[in-house]
């Protein structure tokens, strides 16, 4: 074996090792990103879960919740404009929420993530407090983006018939 023959097995190895070295490297990556995108998830995962857990855990902040979801549009924005407390306390939690769905969907591309963010997304404009909400803030929180897809799913909630917003208790049920 002649020094040029082994000079060209030398640059053979070579090449192998720099393919196989950035096939570990865009495996890196590739981990990383997922990671990254993981960790995103959970974050907006866990701002949800908190203000679930703060209306869960606070029976006043509970019935305040629910009753700004059943307020119709219009009484919304009138208490609004009115300065009612109780109807600013359940703005901030809805603006929380809004918040991070914008989050989830501007940061989850898969069909998988959309799919979800846009089924919880038209679950809160089914709601009329929540359209109110939304009405006042579109402009101030929301990207542009965010806010036609958020617009369209408040008009189709709009012309749609009202979902129910309040459980009945087996009291009301036994009283009816």
Do not use: C
């Not at 990254?36 to 606070?58: F, H, K, N, T």
């Not at 709601?127 to 929180?141: S, Y």
């Not at 965010?146 to 018939?161: C, G, K, N, P, Q």
């Amino acid at each position: 074996m002649t020094i040029s023959d082994l000079g060209s097995l030398g640059e053979f190895l070579g090449a192998i090792a720099v393919f196989t070295t950035l096939l570990f490297l865009a495996m890196q990556i590739r981990h990383a990103n997922r990671t990254a995108d993981d960790s995103a998830v959970v974050a907006r995962s866990q701002s949800m879960r908190e203000i679930l857990l703060l209306i869960g855990r606070d029976e006043e902040l509970a019935a305040l919740y629910q009753r700004g979801l059943a307020m119709s549009e219009v009484d919304m924005l009138r208490a609004y404009e009115a300065g009612d407390v109780d109807v600013m306390r359940f703005g901030n939690l809805v603006l929380s929420a809004l918040v991070t769905l914008q989050s989830s969907w501007l940061t989850d591309r898969s069909e998988k993530g959309q799919r979800l963010t846009h089924s919880r997304l038209q679950w809160q404009f089914d709601q009329p407090g929540v359209r109110a909400v939304w009405t006042l803030f579109r402009d101030v929180h929301f990207y542009e983006e965010f806010r036609v897809e958020a617009d369209a799913l408040a008009e189709a909630s709009r012309a749609a018939a009202p979902l129910p917003t309040v459980v009945p208790s087996p009291t009301s049920e036994r009283a009816a």
